[in-house]
């Protein structure tokens, strides 16, 4: 059974700074792997979506790799903004499935 | 496009009433999840469709909930009788052959 575990479950760093977000999964059959950030009391926003065959994608100021081999994606900010402040979700998608399985989730706060 | 469209967006509603939440996928999109979110019990897939089949039900949590997709783009999640326990935060998604998921806004239950 896939099992997906983010470290840190909490961050707080001030503003301007970079970060990453680590992701890691226990079972590299994936089809894909997509990154999400829910803001309190909203839904889901898609950040950004890597095939299987991928290893990274890029969106402004964020960067996600991907390395089945280990089992791990990192979620990359730039210049962290205070309106990244969010829950951040790593998701994947296992071969002979549709389902996503959620990761625990990063919960960031970015200081003004 | 518009992306997933729920509706209503809150709904409040007294024990024992029947509740209708709605869905409405993006055009061309294949698949089609409900899930519910709760603080206690995170995100939950409760059923998920492909092409109109119901897939899988098996996160459905009892017989008072049911879901149809009467025509490729829409689908509806309904409760009858409703509890105070289904309050909940209640999300659907849609997809293309796996191609990433986008989430709808949520609609809101509570159930007084």
């Known amino acids: 059974k896939q099992e997906v575990t983010q470290i840190p479950a909490a961050l707080s760093v001030p503003e301007g700074e970079n970060l990453v977000l680590n992701c890691s999964f226990t079972?590299?059959?994936?089809?894909?792997l997509q990154w999400f950030r829910q803001d309190p009391g909203k839904g889901l926003t898609s950040l950004l979506l890597?095939?299987?065959?991928?290893r990274e994608q890029t969106s402004g100021r964020l960067n996600a790799s991907l390395d089945k081999s280990s089992g791990r994606s990192t979620l990359y900010i730039a210049a962290s903004q205070p309106g990244d402040s969010a829950t951040y979700l790593c998701?994947?998608?296992?071969?002979?499935?549709?389902?996503?399985?959620f990761g625990t989730g990063t919960r960031l706060t970015i200081i003004p | 496009d518009a992306g997933v469209i729920q509706s209503p967006r809150h709904e409040v509603t007294e024990m024992g009433q029947e509740v209708t939440l709605r869905c409405k996928l993006i055009?061309?999109?294949?698949?089609l999840f409900w899930y519910r979110q709760t603080m206690m019990r995170g995100l939950e897939l409760l059923i998920y469709?492909?092409?109109?089949?119901?897939?899988?039900d098996s996160g459905m949590p009892e017989d008072r909930f049911s879901a149809k997709m009467p025509n490729a783009s829409f689908s509806t999640l309904k409760i009858q009788p409703s509890e105070p326990r289904d309050s909940a935060v209640y999300f659907c998604?849609?997809?293309?052959?796996?191609?990433?998921?986008?989430f709808g806004s949520g609609t809101r239950l509570t159930v007084v």
């Open positions: 998604a849609s997809s293309k052959d796996r191609g990433g998921y986008t």
């Open positions: 079972d590299s059959a994936i089809y894909n």
């Open positions: 890597i095939q299987s065959s991928q």
């Open positions: 998701t994947v998608v296992n071969f002979g499935n549709e389902k996503l399985t």
């Open positions: 055009s061309g999109h294949n698949s």
């Open positions: 469709f492909n092409n109109n089949v119901p897939i899988d």
